[in-house]
């Protein structure tokens, strides 16, 4: 396991937080996708902006949020997925 600074470490925590409240039901446990939604963990490094837009924006079935999470929110969830990310 890598070692993650602590304050990065109290950023994915609180990514994990916001992941449950809004984006658990359709994406799964600890991003483990049942296969209907896009696998989040599958996202790079380089994915950052492709992750931001889709959030903010939405797509397909999956609503925006733009104006329900604040930038920090978005933030800390992508360091979450990132933290869990197949390739880190
Ligand atoms: C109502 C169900 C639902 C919720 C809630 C939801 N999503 Fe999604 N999400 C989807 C679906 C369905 C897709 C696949 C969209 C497509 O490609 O057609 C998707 C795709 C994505 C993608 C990939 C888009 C791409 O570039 O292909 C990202 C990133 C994402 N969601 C992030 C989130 C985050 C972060 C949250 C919580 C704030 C969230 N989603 C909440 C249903 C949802």
């Known amino acids: 396991m890598q ?50 837009n889709a959030v903010r924006m939405g797509k397909n079935q999956m609503p925006p949020w733009n104006g329900v999470l604040t930038s920090e929110q978005v933030e800390q969830i992508w360091l979450f997925v990132r933290d869990n990310a197949y390739q880190k």
């Open 3 to 52: 070692t993650v600074p602590a304050q990065n470490r109290a950023m994915i925590d609180a990514g994990e937080a916001v992941y449950n409240d809004y984006c658990f039901t359709c994406h799964g446990e600890k991003l483990v996708s049942s296969g209907q939604t896009f696998d989040l963990r599958r996202l790079m490094a380089s994915d950052r902006a492709r992750f931001e």
